[in-house]
């Protein structure tokens, strides 16, 4: 388990980010992002559709850690798919947030018109090839979406962000990614804090003298994900973050594999979205 993942772009992404999805706009993710920040996160998870763009900006640009040092993605929504759209969309997540590239800008699901969805990709190419954005990926895409989107693809995705945590594997779904070099990264980890008290969770959390939180972003890092753990809170953002003092044994990680009950706690575009 490393902090740094590598990328195929060149660049490297750091192994836990903050997620950032249902904080509130204004001073709430302000406060979350820039106290993150001071406690350690390079790594800053946000979207157009969270409507908190411009506050994760403010609290980088504040916080006084180096631009370079900070990894920020974004998600342009479905309505800003299309090239023209896609493209301008990411300018205004820039003007929004006020900071001068993204790091990663992903397609935020597959959305239900192929053809728009494959324009906006185009418009994610355009952006990085104009320099707005480092690194574009797809998010909630299942294997035969980005296999769609790789037949007219000038770029490949780099990365995939989906919903991944214990009672939610997706074992094909990040086989198929990693077969081809595609960072898999994870929001909600915590499987949004809904089965924290588990007993085969709880137990292995008590064996290591961790909590069960720290537990699942673990186990994240040691499938070789990027763990997107969720909180407006000081003390849980740090022990969200201090995982890499203890390790799961391969009885834990069988435990914990155990659990896999197909929980999904978001919406699932995969299941909805034609290829
Ligand atoms: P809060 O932001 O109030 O701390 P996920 O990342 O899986 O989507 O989970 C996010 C949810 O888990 C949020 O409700 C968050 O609440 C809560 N949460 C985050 N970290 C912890 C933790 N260490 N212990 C308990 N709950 C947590």
Same mark, same amino acid.
């Given at each position: ?78 309505? @800003? ?5 896609? &493209? %301008?969309? *990411?300018?205004?997540? +820039?003007?929004? /947030?006020?900071?001068?590239? #993204? ?90 804090? @809904? ?5 085969? &969770? %709880?137990? *292995?959390?008590?064996? +290591?003298?961790? /909590?069960?939180?720290?537990? #699942? ?59």
């Amino acid at each position: 388990v490393s902090r740094e993942v590598a990328l195929p772009t060149g660049f490297t992404m750091p192994s836990v980010g903050l997620g950032v999805y249902r904080s509130a706009p204004g001073q709430e993710t302000y406060a979350a992002v820039l106290g993150a920040l001071r406690l350690g996160y390079r790594h800053i998870d946000t979207a157009q559709v969270y409507g908190n763009e411009a506050d994760v900006g403010r609290a980088v640009r504040d916080s006084g850690v180096p631009r370079e040092e900070v990894f920020v993605t974004t998600k342009v929504w479905r309505d @800003a798919f299309g090239f023209e759209h896609a &493209l %301008a969309s *990411v300018r205004s997540s +820039l003007a929004r /947030s006020g900071l001068a590239y #993204l790091d990663c800008a992903l397609l935020h699901c597959p959305g239900a018109d192929p053809g728009r969805r494959e324009g906006a990709w185009r418009g994610l190419e355009a952006a990085q090839a104009q320099g707005l954005v480092r690194t574009i990926g797809v998010s909630n895409f299942s294997p035969a979406h980005i296999a769609k989107l790789n037949r007219t693809a000038a770029v490949k995705p780099a990365v995939n962000q989906v919903e991944v945590h214990p009672w939610l594997q997706r074992r094909e779904l990040v086989a198929a990614c990693r077969a081809e070099g595609i960072v898999v990264q994870a929001y909600s980890p915590l499987g949004k804090a @809904a089965r924290l008290s588990d007993p085969p &969770l %709880a137990a *292995v959390a008590q064996r +290591l003298g961790v /909590s069960p939180a720290q537990v #699942l972003v673990r186990w994240s890092l040691q499938k070789g994900l990027v763990p997107l753990p969720k909180s407006v809170h000081p003390d849980r953002q740090a022990s969200n973050l201090d995982v890499f003092s203890f390790s799961l044994s391969p009885e834990d990680v069988a435990a914990l594999d155990g659990l896999e009950e197909g929980l999904v706690t978001g919406w699932d575009p995969v299941a909805h979205d034609p290829v």
